[in-house]
Every structure is written in structure tokens, then in C-alpha cells.
């Protein structure tokens, strides 16, 4: 896997595409295989809060875990025919899957602990209070915030397994 520009931390996404070229031997007709598998590793998953419209972090980047790590494959038949007096029209056929192996992995998670948006300061607190940190429990506390119940359930997930077939007429 490749480095990150973030010292430390490894790319998390990596893609292998292959090719495979055949031909039918006895009417010389051209067919491939087309395959594309891409793996990435889980994203952190960092405690938010809504601040005036503003996600802030709770705790440290990472503090709720990682997302999993997911993979998906795509594969793709295509075949070739030439029924036309002109070589260089053609017909094809092709079929495309994606998502192979129907895999629902969960690609985002809830970070927000609350519903609502929490207020940064209110008019007349000192500046002084507001630059020396927050204590969101309290400010969620203070203002009747309610707990987001999705806080850390999964969200966005690979989309379910797909099919394609298609008849070009390529001239």
C-alpha cells in the first residue's frame, strides 16, 4: 500500500484492473473479459458536534473506530461481431455486473452526537470563555439537545449488485 502525504498513515485505497483478450479460434471472433476490483480500507469515524452549523470535533480524530474495510468487483463480457460487408462496421455484445458479489458494506457513519445545532456562545458570554475551549455536554445540556440516535449506526452502503446488457452497432 501507498503512503499518505499524512506521515504515518497509509492510503486506503487501492485498484487492480486486468484484461483478458480471447477469440472464438473457429470464426476468428474477438471477445474479452474486462475485470476492475478496488479495495479500501475503513475510514476513522470522529465525534462530531453541530456548533453553529459547523461540525467540531469532540475528542481526537478516529475517536468512534474506523469504517470496514470493503472491497467491490465489477466484471464485464463483451463479443464482437462483424455481419456487415464493411470490416470496419460492427456489432457488440456486451453484459456488465457490478458489484459482483453483492456486498453491503457500510460506507459512512452517524458522527453527530445531537440533533441539533448547539450554539458557539451566546450574546454576552466573555470572548475569553469562548477561545478557551467548550464543554459540548454542557452546551447540549443547557439548550434541551437531543441525543441523535443514529449517532455511530452506518449509513451509505455499496450499492446492491447491478446488471447491464447492451447491443452497440459501432460503425
Known amino acids: 500500500m501507498a ?3 499524512i506521515p504515518g498513515i497509509l492510503a486506503h485505497s487501492d485498484t487492480l484492473r486486468f484484461e483478458l ?4 479460434p473457429s470464426a476468428g471472433v474477438p471477445s474479452e473479459i474486462d475485470g476492475f476490483f ?3 480500507s475503513g475510514t476513522p469515524i470522529t465525534r462530531t458536534v453541530d456548533l453553529g452549523h459547523v461540525d467540531v470535533m469532540v475528542d481526537k480524530r478516529g475517536s468512534g473506530g474506523r469504517n470496514p474495510a470493503w472491497t467491490q468487483t465489477d466484471l464485464a463480457l463483451v463479443q464482437r461481431f462483424r455481419p456487415f460487408a464493411d470490416e470496419a462496421d460492427s456489432l457488440e455484445v456486451n453484459f456488465n455486473v457490478i ?4 456486498q453491503k458494506t457500510g460506507l459512512r457513519t452517524f458522527r453527530s452526537l445531537y440533533r441539533q445545532s448547539l450554539p458557539l456562545w451566546l450574546p454576552g458570554d466573555p ?3 469562548v477561545l478557551s475551549g467548550f464543554d459540548c455536554q454542557a452546551i447540549a445540556a443547557s439548550h434541551g439537545a437531543t441525543p ?5 449506526q452506518r449509513d451509505r452502503f455499496l450499492d446492491p449488485i447491478s446488471a447491464r446488457f447492451g447491443i452497440p452497432f459501432r460503425f
Open 3 to 5: 503512503q499518505s502525504k
Open 21 to 24: 483478450p480471447l477469440s472464438i
Open 38 to 40: 478496488r479495495a479500501m
Open 99 to 102: 458489484n459482483v458479489f453483492n
Open 127 to 129: 470572548v475569553d470563555q
Open 148 to 152: 441523535d440516535p443514529r449517532f455511530l
